[in-house]
């Protein structure tokens, strides 16, 4: 019986010898492709409009649009309908209003529905 457990462990043990010898000369042969990468990163602007919060950062997203940032400087900016500090699962708000309510519309359509 003892040597019916030595067995299942030791072939356990292979297995996994083999498969992480595997993955070693498979991350061997990966090698990181070069020239796919954006080189024009630079400081953006990622404005919510919701709540008009300015992030600052680094990007590669092309914009027309600049905006004077807290610290006084001019920047490129990227608008955005929705962030972090406007989303109801950051936030805590249920009630999420977008600009064309969409939303609202939705919940009251379907509210009605459900209590058929």
């Known amino acids: 019986m003892q040597t019916q457990i030595k067995r299942k462990k030791s072939k356990k043990i292979e297995y996994k010898q083999s498969f992480k ?27 919510d409009m919701s709540n008009d919060n300015m992030i600052l950062t680094k990007s590669c997203a092309n914009t027309k649009e600049t905006v004077v940032y807290t610290d006084g400087n001019e920047y490129p900016v990227v608008k955005l309908e929705i962030s972090n500090t406007s989303h109801p699962f950051f936030t805590g708000k249920m009630k999420l209003v977008d600009t064309a309510g969409r939303v609202d519309k939705f919940n009251s359509k379907y509210k009605r529905a459900g209590r058929k």
């Open 21 to 47: 010898s595997h993955c070693l000369k498979r991350q061997k042969e990966k090698k990181m492709k070069k020239g796919i990468h954006p080189e024009s990163y630079r400081l953006v602007v990622f404005k």
